[in-house]
């Protein structure tokens, strides 16, 4: 049985990636979306065309990742795909911040990701990919997004060399790093804290960012950047000391930008 894996599969990123891909992969027998929310993974089943089996779980508790492997052991299952979009973000000053939202930020961005993609690699056979989602967040520090912004250093780095690692197997690793995406993560990771302003006018949808991702994996690229200002902002992090574009982030936050 050939499967689609899509955690953070109940809303923004991860629903658009099923949404996109049940219009585009007919050889799919289900697609398996794994996210907290039944309801809303249920909602999103119902406008599917493919086959979908719902994991309504905490991907962070080994007991919900056991019965996911379980499953994809008991079915023979093929893992065509592992979409890894379940995550996010606390803006805020680290040292007044609940401690246990900075470590979750961890555990989920990180390790859960980790886990399962461990865990599901064996399924997998020549020609399959993974996606995982990183961000622009990656290329730079990030006073007052700090634990965040080091989570998706951590997707970046390893993404890339999980790539290196798979490609002799014919299993392609592809780490997509937006900018700002117009989706809900905004309303969670400004509850305590705000972004740069100017960072709002480089948001896009996540139709684009997700119709790159899979564009860039078809093609077999280790990295999907949408957008000329977020490419341009990977360039500048790569050519100029981050000591200096963290003087220039905190002189913007001083003016109101």
């Known amino acids: 049985m050939n499967i689609i894996v899509i955690t953070g599969a109940s809303s923004g990123i991860g629903r ?34 493919h086959r979908t089996r719902i994991f309504a779980m905490d991907i962070t508790e080994k007991e919900s990742l056991d019965r996911l492997e379980d499953t994809a052991l008991r079915h023979n299952a093929a893992v065509r795909m592992l979409i890894n979009c379940a995550g996010y973000g606390i803006m805020g000053s680290f040292s ?15 390790q859960a990701l980790t886990e399962l993609t461990h865990r599901l690699i064996p399924y997998m056979r020549w020609g399959s990919r993974i996606i995982q989602m990183a961000s622009s967040a990656a290329f730079l520090p990030q006073p007052g997004f700090a634990v965040y912004a080091a989570t998706k250093a951590y997707v970046l780095n390893f993404s890339r060399a999980l790539g ?33 302003s100017v960072k709002k006018y480089t948001m896009v949808e996540a139709e684009r960012v997700v119709a790159n991702a899979l564009w860039d994996s078809y093609h077999k690229h280790p990295m999907s950047v949408c957008s000329l200002p977020i490419k341009a902002f990977q360039v500048l992090a790569k050519a100029v000391p981050h000591s200096l574009l963290l003087r220039v982030v905190e002189q913007m936050k001083k003016k109101g930008l």
């Not at 014919?170 to 969670?188: A, E, H, K, L, N």
Request: hydrophobic share 40%; with cysteine.
């Open 16 to 49: 658009e990636f099923a949404r996109q891909m049940d219009n585009h992969f007919g050889r799919i027998d289900e697609f398996w979306l794994v996210a907290r929310s039944r309801d809303r993974l249920e909602a999103l089943a119902g406008t599917l065309k």
């Open 96 to 110: 007044e911040q609940d401690a246990d939202l900075e470590t979750g930020m961890i555990r989920v961005n990180c």
């Open 164 to 196: 290196e690692e798979l490609k002799n197997a014919g299993i392609y690793v592809t780490s997509v790093c937006p900018g700002p995406v117009d989706t809900p993560f905004f309303d969670i990771a400004e509850a305590t804290g705000s972004t740069l």
